[in-house]
């Protein structure tokens, strides 16, 4: 797998690079377009062109046409072998945007090199043409999108498709100038201010990776994290309303750690109250609250989609990714109920600082599409904290683990790292034995040109793995909102599978797990990767979003998400087994405390039904039961334990209470249990959280 994940890297490498790679200058034209934005928001249009050659070349007299205007290069530097320059209409839009001027401007207002505009030179929205021209007339170059004709004696086959508003079109680095769309339709959007991140892969020392699932003990594992910052904490969330996750970064704000939070200013279903109450609080007390909002209308163009990463920076030396938001759901109190969701925190500088730089260059204060919550509408300054709720005394199955062997960790950052097609599919070509977990898939994608649908890339090469020999096992949820998609996913792999003969088994989450959601995104890969990931597989997950995803080279790790892998996919059919009966004997006048632990259960046990005197009354649900023994006598006392999965055992207790000197002088009692008192009810207060949470689902996405 390290060939693959070092192969994959070096791909991403030259594929993202900005240059185009020089070619036989006999061949090719010394000089292309290579990037146009012609869907502008605020008459920001700019376009792009590069030296294809291996020599410096003077740009004076050449020029970009749209056949009614055009854009003329006087007097200036010799473009290098290999380099590129870039003209904008709006200098200050496309340093807002990318974060450095243009090379050159059209507006007089910067003080990089000029160029003149002839006629009246303008990329029209829903279709035009480019040419570029040198300075002896001829057409060196020529592209055409949207609604224009285009000059097939200079464009073969049908235009680029138009962009929308916003969008940027770009030419596929280092491939041959064919002159028809195929030269510049990637698998990723570019965005106006789009960046361009490359897979990282580094080494992770032993003792320096923690593992940890949701709901077992993620909440622990991040909180350890945050109470551990000294001096800064950035974190990247879609959703971000858990209580206990708010507090304690207040908590280090109050210590003096530098907080900042970047946070999608539109999640499916709009933020919840918590989150906005929260934000607020934290932003009155010097936590620095960042928004990622586009509004075309207002000339504010998101650089990417949705923010649907999940990540924090510790420090500038830990980072941690994972599939949950920080959510009460997601990072849950109850270690029992709650979504299924992996993370990994590792003590790394190179991939900490990496993540800190896309950090600070997504949340820029000169974007147009990044604003602060303080002057936001939903701002509320005297907003009072959301109240943590309790938590269980049952704790997870599994508890995080602490690497003991080398690692190593590759980052891949969406949609840059998906351009030609997703990253993921680099992954499993080379995998013999999968397993997925998935909270959405798609059957079907939109293929770039929008005019048709094509399989799931990803699903294609899982099956393509699958007739070369390989095994897969994939669970996905079964949440309302994804039982149709899903559904339409097992179902049609399942019937591949069979007809083919393939090696692959494809379930939907068991209704009768206590996971509510399996939002988890996660990949297991020979039994030695692990990807822990915010990639949900669809479209958007991978060519328009920002998402996060940690591919770890471990067997320790990739074993540690198996067994979690195993409990949901193998569903507890196994009722609490009874230890040994219970007969307890006591003296009149001395407490008795029963408890669930005469029953044992593979998994968990969450309830005890208590019907004293087995009259089929439950008298308490709790998970401990005390009273006084005060009357002589024999009482039983029925109890039913429930474990997480719903499956029931019972056993009778009987307690005998015999008589001292003392109690044989008090009168008769109508019942020997006086004083009966009754624990919190902690067992039944989390089956009934878990009961709401199947009833009514949280659409985290």
Sequence with gaps: MTASIVSLTALASSASSSDVAPSNDDVSPPLLIVEFYAAGVADDEYVVISNSGSC????????????????????????????????????????????????????????????????????????????????????VDYVVYGDAVP???????????????????????????????????????????????????????????????????????????????????????????????????????????????????????????????????????????????????????????????????????TLIVLSENFVSDGLPRNEVFGNRGWGAAVKCPELALCAAAIFDDDSRRDRSDVFDWLADERFAKDSLAPIESDATSIKGMLTPLTSNFSAD????????????????????????????????VDLHWDVPDRSSTSLNPMLQHLLDRLRMGASCRMLLDSSWFNIEGNGEVVSSLGAVT?????????????ERSPISVMHNKGLLLDGLVCVVSSNNWVFSSL?????????????????????????????????????????????????????????????????????????????????????????????????????????????VIVVRVIATPASALQGPSPHPLVGLALPPMTIAVCYLTYRRLRMHPGNRR
């Excluded at 891949?412 to 992954?427: A, I, R």
């Design 151 to 317: 000059d097939y004696e200079n464009w073969a086959g049908f235009a680029l498709p138009h962009p929308r508003r916003g969008e940027v079109l770009r030419r596929i680095a280092g491939s041959e100038d064919t002159d028809s769309a195929c030269d510049w339709l990637h698998f990723r959007e570019f965005k106006y201010g789009y960046s361009e991140h490359r897979p990282m892969t580094c080494r992770i020392d032993p003792g320096c990776m923690i593992a940890f699932v949701s709901p077992d003990c993620s909440l622990r594992a991040v909180l350890d994290q945050i109470t551990a910052a000294e001096e800064s904490i950035r974190l990247c969330a879609y959703e971000l309303d858990s209580p206990a996750i708010l507090n304690a970064l207040m908590d280090a704000r109050n210590r003096a750690v530098k907080v900042r939070v970047l946070v999608d200013s539109s999640p499916v279903g709009g933020m919840s109250s918590d989150q906005m109450a929260g934000l607020s609080v934290m932003a009155t007390q010097g936590v620095e609250v960042i928004l990622i909002k586009g509004d075309l209308r207002e000339g504010a163009v998101k650089h990417f989609s949705a923010l649907h990463s999940k990540y924090m920076v510790i420090d500038d030396e």
């Design 498 to 510: 069979s007809v083919e003969r393939l090696d692959g088994a494809y379930r939907m989450m068991n």
């Design 409 to 440: 960790a590759t980052l891949f950052v969406s949609p840059d790292c998906s351009l030609m097609s997703p990253f993921l599919c680099g992954l499993i070509d080379e995998a013999f034995d999968i397993q997925i977990q998935q909270f959405q």
């Design 56 to 139: 410096e070349l003077d740009l004076q007299g050449w020029s970009i046409t749209d056949g009614e205007g055009a854009i003329m290069f006087g007097d200036s530097p010799p473009l290098q072998g290999g380099g590129t320059a870039s003209v904008s209409f709006n200098s200050s839009s496309f340093f807002s945007a990318f974060g450095r001027l243009p090379d050159y401007s059209v507006d007089g207002l910067c003080p990089c090199e000029q160029a003149e505009v002839l006629g009246s030179f303008r990329l029209a929205d829903e279709g035009d043409s480019i040419a570029l021209v040198d300075p002896c007339g001829v057409e």
């Design 543 to 651: 060519a328009k979003n920002r998402e996060f995803a940690l591919a770890i080279r471990s067997a320790e790790a990739a074993e540690y998400f198996a067994r979690a892998f195993e409990l949901d996919w193998n569903p507890d059919t196994s009722a609490p087994t009874l230890e040994a009966p219970v007969d307890i004997s006591v003296a009149s006048g001395e407490w008795v405390r029963l408890s669930l632990e005469c029953f044992s259960d593979d998994r968990h046990i969450v309830e005890g039904l208590w019907d004293v005197g087995c009259d089929g009354t439950i008298d308490a649900r709790a998970d401990e039961l005390s009273f006084l023994a005060v009357v002589p006598g024999v009482v039983e006392i029925e109890l039913t334990v429930i474990d997480a999965w719903g499956n029931m055992a019972a056993a």
